[in-house]
């Protein structure tokens, strides 16, 4: 008896290379498989850092737009908008599109920054990609956080939307919040894609916010129907995840008429958009962490 109690505690004190292996794949295989999970926590974590401003632009953003809108712009503006043939108040047809423009805000900043730090300041993504965690895992994390707060988002600025009486049919209204996730996940991922590329600092994401993000704002039918513009402007609401998800925003709270096959388009655009970027953003992830 003392004999086979001495010898099992010499093997767990002096462990058989066997018995290390397979130690350490029963310790690797829950990270192998819900590596994304790790990543995703790691990423929502690291925004308590920042975790007041979130808070502040997701509740303060839409109060000042609704403020400035529903309290100064709208009271100019005292003749409905025919949109389609639907006559809205002018609030009730803005509102759908800041829900959309508020997530793309959010994907400009975790989809830039946050992306290029974990491969040039901080590292981590090489601290991931030491673990069992693949690259491919590590991209879907990173995409999927910032998503989480794209939700935290869109949430309150519906709710205030509605308070402030900018939601016409509820029943149906608050698809916008779903619209707008995906809308900013539409413009984020290729973003999060060109952000992986990027090995230098050299103002590349103010020339995104200047020369893309706001263009698209101005001129994606966010405070007027698209069709008011010439052809030659109105090509950028075309190719603008921000028109498409605010036309479908539009059909879900007010009830703008769109047919079946442009509803769909709308939404194939928005998800080809996604599902494309975060393709390319798993193969920058690769190439450069398997390098």
């Not at 529903?70 to 025919?82: E, N, Q, R, Y």
């Not at 108040?89 to 509102?95: E, I, N, Q």
């Not at 965690?133 to 519906?158: D, E, H, N």
């Not at 010439?230 to 709270?253: D, F, N, V």
Request: aromatic share 14%.
């Amino acid at each position: 008896m003392s004999t086979d109690r001495s010898s099992a505690t010499s093997r767990a004190q002096h462990p058989t290379l066997d018995e290390l292996r397979a130690e350490a794949i029963r310790a690797a295989r829950k990270p192998r498989a819900f590596g994304w999970f790790y990543v995703l926590e790691h990423m929502v974590r690291a925004m308590r850092a920042y975790g007041w401003t979130i808070v502040a632009s997701a509740l303060g953003q839409p109060l000042l737009y609704l403020f400035g809108l529903a309290l100064g712009l709208a009271a100019l503006i005292s003749t409905p908008v025919d949109d389609g043939g639907v006559s809205v108040r002018y609030l009730v047809f803005v509102a759908p599109a800041l829900i959309a423009a508020a997530t793309i805000a959010v994907a400009t900043e975790e989809m830039t920054y946050p992306v290029m730090s974990g491969f040039k300041w901080r590292l981590y993504f090489f601290g991931f990609s030491a673990s069992p965690i693949s690259s491919a895992q590590i991209a879907t994390g990173v995409a999927l956080a910032p998503a989480s707060r794209m939700l935290a988002a869109a949430v309150p600025y519906y709710l205030i939307v509605w308070i402030f009486g900018g939601v016409e049919t509820p029943a149906t209204g608050w698809l916008a919040i779903g619209i707008g996730v995906l809308a900013g996940l539409a413009f984020g991922t290729p973003l999060m894609a060109y952000a992986a590329s990027i090995e230098d600092d050299k103002g590349q994401f103010a020339l995104v916010q200047r020369f893309i993000f706001m263009p698209m704002f101005l001129f994606s039918g966010t405070f007027y129907p698209l069709t008011n513009l010439e052809w030659w402007l109105a090509w950028i609401g075309w190719i603008s995840p921000l028109w498409h998800a605010s036309e479908l925003g539009r059909m879900a709270m007010y009830g703008k008429p769109i047919g079946t096959g442009m509803m769909w388009i709308h939404i194939a655009y928005l998800v080809i958009l996604a599902v494309g970027g975060y393709l390319m953003a798993r193969r920058m992830f690769s190439r450069r962490l398997e390098k």
